[in-house]
């Protein structure tokens, strides 16, 4: 029976908290899994007496949904979404919707967004973020795609989306093509950035002034009151807290192994960055720092080897002050951190003509997401008052808060330099602010030297014109 509002295939943990999202929000929901088991223990337990219905077959499933259709795909970026498309093509009828909820790297979603509109098909790439929780509970959604597919489940996206505290869902249009899935992507660079500047900030607290973790714990729980008040900040406390799962003494965190992973959206800004030539300074360290870490086995024959201070416990200053001063280095970095990463949703957006609204891109990341903040309406606000803003770091709240706090923030990179803690994510944003806030750089040598082995060529600063040296 075709009465179904709306399908989703791929049930993993995302893809079923998004159905029961969906069918709590109002709307019967057709299901598909390619492993059968998965859609038949999905809908015998949390999907159990809802208004649900399971297919066996893309065919079945098809015939479940009322027309036009509106199809979520949560399955692996890369060839697993063109696959299921492949899968689904034969038999749809122009006018159907087809929603990539998955991380897809977005040159990827234009690509499949022209080919489907070629034949008459709509298609949305969808930003789901905000984890398995957001997914059941409201997630911060980024649509982008034509404005008729995004029309045509802007009611069902609206109310499944997290709600901010005004009360605004957390979701909006963002642009055509791969726009979505673009702002997506830099909103994980961000979040890299992010987690990297607060496990600097750890790392400089355990090792500077050897704090316990019941102590980071309880720093970490005072800032989450102030004006680092967000999610990663708030999970970073509980962290500290918890206690060993196998039996050790002391807490969970000291027998994690400090390898991090990656999925590549990091990655992904990195590289768009270089390729548009928007400086990313936080991003690219952060996403640096992961690759590091993997390094576990060459790091722990270098720390027998090479020589460096020593720094636990080493700090002579105030114990509090100090603590304030990487807070406030914290906060600094963290609106570099999202500076650049505005700026190059900016950038792009014109490069790619997808028109996505600054303003509305803040305030829809206010909830549901992993880098969801209290200090996100003030970029919202910053944005809605100058639409034309060049850079975060020039709107008057962002430029008076760093002017106030940049002293504590110097001191705190310098003081991880002199103890020997690599804080490179702190230190790369504070060169991008120092770079950015600088009337001059030394690149005029660096474009002597190109004209000198390469005759590159240079311009001057006192005439226009191109001119060229005998340097020799």
């Given at each position: 029976m075709s009465d179904c509002d709306f399908g989703l295939i791929g049930l993993a943990v995302m893809g079923q908290n998004l159905v029961l999202n969906i069918e709590r929000n109002g709307y019967k929901v057709a299901v598909y899994n390619r492993t059968t088991a998965t859609k038949d223990e999905f809908l015998a337990g949390p999907g159990r007496g809802k208004r649900l219905a399971g297919a066996d077959s893309i065919e079945e499933f098809i015939g479940?949904?009322?027309?036009?259709?509106?199809?979520?795909?949560?399955?692996?970026?890369?060839?697993?979404?063109?696959?299921?498309?492949?899968?689904?093509?034969?038999?749809?009828?122009?006018?159907?919707?087809?929603?990539?909820?998955?991380?897809?790297?977005?040159?990827?979603?234009?690509?499949?967004?022209?080919?489907l509109t070629e034949k008459g098909f709509l298609y949305l790439g969808l930003g789901v973020s905000g984890g398995e929780e957001g997914a059941l509970w409201g997630p911060s959604l980024m649509p982008g795609g034509r404005p008729e597919a995004y029309e045509l489940v802007k009611d069902i996206l609206v109310a499944i989306s997290a709600k901010a505290p005004d009360g605004a869902p957390c979701v909006t249009y963002l642009g055509r093509g791969g726009a979505g899935h673009y702002v997506k992507m830099v909103h994980n660079g961000i979040e890299y950035g992010d987690m990297q500047l607060i496990a600097e900030s750890y790392d400089i607290l355990h090792r500077v002034l050897g704090l316990s973790n019941a102590e980071l714990a309880a720093v970490f729980s005072a800032w989450?009151?102030?004006?680092?008040?967000?999610?990663?900040?708030?999970?970073?406390?509980?962290?500290?807290?918890?206690?060993?799962?196998?039996?050790?003494?002391?807490?969970?965190?000291?027998?994690?192994?400090?390898?991090?992973?990656?999925?590549?959206?990091?990655?992904?800004?990195?590289?768009?960055?270089?390729?548009?030539?928007?400086?990313?300074?936080?991003?690219?360290?952060?996403?640096e720092a992961r690759i590091i870490s993997a390094y576990k086995e060459e790091r722990l024959v270098a720390s027998q080897t090479l020589g460096g201070p020593q720094a636990v416990g080493k700090y002579a200053g105030d114990k509090e002050a100090f603590i304030e001063?990487?807070?406030?280095?914290?906060?600094?970095?963290?609106?570099?951190?999202?500076?650049?990463?505005?700026?190059?949703?900016?950038?792009?957006?014109?490069?790619?003509?997808?028109?996505?609204?600054?303003?509305?891109?803040?305030a829809i990341w206010r909830a549901g997401c992993i880098i969801r903040a209290v200090f996100l309406g003030d970029i919202t606000s910053a944005y809605e008052g100058h639409p034309d803003l060049q850079n975060?770091?020039?709107?008057?709240?962002?430029?008076?808060?760093?002017?106030?706090?940049?002293?504590d923030w110097r001191h705190v990179v310098t003081e991880a330099i002199k103890v020997g803690v690599p804080a490179p994510a702190f230190s790369?944003?504070?060169?991008?602010?120092?770079?950015?806030?600088?009337?001059?750089?030394?690149?005029?040598?660096?474009?002597?030297?190109?004209?000198?082995?390469?005759?590159?060529?240079?311009?001057?600063?006192d005439r226009p014109g191109v001119f060229h040296a005998d340097w020799a």
């Open positions: 479940l949904l009322k027309r036009p259709r509106k199809i979520q795909i949560m399955v692996k970026a890369g060839a697993a979404v063109d696959a299921v498309i492949d899968q689904l093509l034969p038999h749809l009828e122009p006018g159907d919707l087809i929603i990539d909820g998955g991380n897809s790297y977005f040159p990827d979603t234009e690509r499949r967004e022209k080919a989450n009151t102030g004006e680092l008040n967000s999610f990663l900040i708030e999970i970073t406390a509980q962290i500290f807290r918890k206690p060993d799962d196998q039996g050790q003494a002391g807490e969970l965190l000291d027998y994690v192994l400090d390898k991090a992973g990656q999925k590549g959206t990091g990655k992904w800004t990195s590289q768009n960055a270089l390729d548009l030539g928007a400086p990313t300074h936080t991003m690219t360290a952060a996403v001063a990487v807070r406030r280095a914290l906060y600094c970095s963290k609106i570099c951190s999202y500076a650049q990463g505005m700026a190059l949703i900016q950038l792009a957006s014109d490069e790619y003509q997808y028109h996505v609204p600054l303003d509305q891109t803040a975060l770091l020039l709107a008057p709240k962002f430029r008076d808060t760093i002017q106030a706090y940049q002293g790369a944003s504070l060169a991008y602010y120092d770079s950015y806030r600088s009337a001059r750089l030394p690149a005029n040598l660096i474009q002597a030297q190109r004209d000198f082995f390469g005759a590159h060529t240079f311009e001057r600063t």
